[in-house]
């Protein structure tokens, strides 16, 4: 029996692939919410460690459906770092389990204005660095911190990093999916014009 040939990936669907990082406070968990928003929204409560979060499921759906259709992957950019794994994926019922980008210490978002000393940001940077010209969705509620997103948006195209800053409040709208979704799924000219790079 021959064995199953590896294909190179092509530059087309090379140029698809987008890799989403994802905050949870302020992205899928806004707390507290009213009980009127929590009906209308059609929120859900969990308990993890120790906090009660207020979450849509059908933004959790999201990025489930996403992996499962597109050229994406999830990765966790959270100060919850490994309990995004081990409590929040069991208990928003994902289907997937995404990779985790770990904190490094307990300076968790105080340097969010400071792209230079804010952990997430020197993560970011760094994958960006190390991974050519692959394509990056940013989601976090403090990359409404103008230093940050400024530095960012100078140094990397908005072809190359997506950045999205809900408001904490709120957390993701159908409107940030929407750009999700289109940025994951570039129209035909854009991924040949990137083939063609």
């Known amino acids: 029996m021959a064995a199953a040939s590896s294909s190179p990936v092509s530059a087309r669907r090379q140029a698809r692939h987008v890799t989403v990082f994802l905050d949870v406070d302020g992205v899928l968990n806004s707390y507290p919410v009213p009980q009127l928003r929590l009906m209308t929204e059609g929120r859900k409560k969990?308990?993890?460690?120790?906090?009660?979060l207020h979450y849509r499921p059908s933004v959790v759906e999201f990025f489930d459906r996403l992996v499962e259709t597109h050229e994406v992957d999830v990765v966790w950019l959270s100060t919850w770092s490994q309990r995004c794994k081990t409590e929040l994926e069991p208990k928003f019922g994902l289907r997937n389990s995404f990779d985790v980008i770990e904190m490094p210490d307990d300076t968790h978002n105080r340097y969010a204005n400071d792209p230079q000393l804010w952990w997430k940001a020197r993560a970011m940077e760094d994958w960006l660095d190390s991974h050519g010209h692959q394509r990056a969705v940013w989601i976090d509620d403090d990359l409404q911190a103008p230093v940050t997103r400024?530095?960012?948006?100078?140094?990397?195209?908005?072809?190359?990093?997506?950045?999205?800053?809900?408001?904490?409040?709120?957390?993701?709208?159908?409107?940030?999916?929407?750009?999700?979704?289109?940025?994951?799924?570039?129209?035909?000219?854009?991924?040949?014009?990137?083939d063609e790079a």
């Open 46 to 52: 969990l308990q993890a460690w120790d906090y009660e």
């Open 150 to 194: 400024q530095y960012f948006a100078e140094k990397y195209s908005a072809e190359r990093l997506k950045i999205i800053a809900p408001d904490f409040a709120h957390g993701l709208t159908r409107a940030h999916l929407k750009e999700i979704r289109e940025f994951a799924h570039p129209r035909q000219g854009t991924a040949q014009q990137e």
